[in-house]
């Protein structure tokens, strides 16, 4: 990861904290991109980009490029920013259904599309979208979130199948992650079953390197100690 320069969206979560945090032990250049303000004095090393709504196409190809200018250069894109909610179809709100497509699909997708002019210059360009275990067979409740996510795979598979020999594009799948939101909402969940936002950023940063240049299209399950 040395010297490779990534975006993260989401940087300021419990996930994107974790993985810009990885990121940069590992010598990567990491430009945060986040809805939330930041107050980080921007280095050579690490900068963010706070206040952007991604389901802007102009905000998300504005900060794309930013980055980009900032570091001279793009060789990976980590799609971490996107919204949860619990709703069922019968009695929820249509309106939920719109909602979770622009925060979990149109967001990877107007930075995937900003950045791939920038990571087709890399020689070594990675895109890393964030899919859910839920969305391969959808609980009660969660149908507005899986169908969201279901979009993301389908994004993924059809953007590797176009970006193959130039970029590769990968999703991973998490079950429920160790957040203080999720313990808050699951308080006699086996919290030891979960995944930790640690193990997620060792998987999403693997395939970000180089060692995982023949890996592309994948939708790889994270599913803890289950």
């Known amino acids: 990861m040395h010297g490779k320069a990534i975006v993260i969206t989401g940087a300021l979560g419990a996930l994107g904290k974790v993985v810009a945090t990885e990121a940069l032990a590992r010598g990567a250049r990491v430009a945060g991109v986040d809805h939330a303000a930041s107050t980080l004095a921007a280095t050579a090393d690490h900068i963010e980009l706070g206040g952007v709504d991604l389901t802007d196409t102009a905000q998300a190809t504005a900060a794309i490029d930013k980055a980009a200018a900032h570091f001279g250069r793009l060789d ?10 619990f709703e069922a ?44 275990l ?22 993924t598979e059809s953007l590797a199948a176009e970006l193959k020999g130039k970029v590769t594009v990968n999703a991973v799948l998490p079950s429920i992650i160790d957040t203080g939101a999720n313990r808050a909402a699951m308080p006699k969940a086996d919290i030891s079953k979960w995944v930790t936002p640690k193990e997620l950023a060792d998987v999403i ?22």
């Open 76 to 85: 990976g894109l980590i799609n971490i920013a996107g919204g949860f909610t």
């Open 89 to 132: 179809v019968g009695d929820g709100d249509p309106a939920t259904w719109q909602r979770m497509y622009a925060m979990n699909v149109m967001t990877a997708l107007n930075t995937s599309r900003a950045a791939i002019p920038h990571l087709t210059k890399s020689g070594a360009g990675r895109i890393i979208n964030i899919g859910a």
């Open 205 to 226: 940063l693997f395939l970000a390197s180089d060692a995982a240049s023949a890996v592309t299209g994948a939708l790889l399950p994270v599913n803890g100690r289950v």
């Open 134 to 155: 839920g969305a391969l067979q959808a609980a009660s409740g969660m149908g507005p979130y899986a169908a969201s996510k279901a979009g993301v795979h389908r994004l």
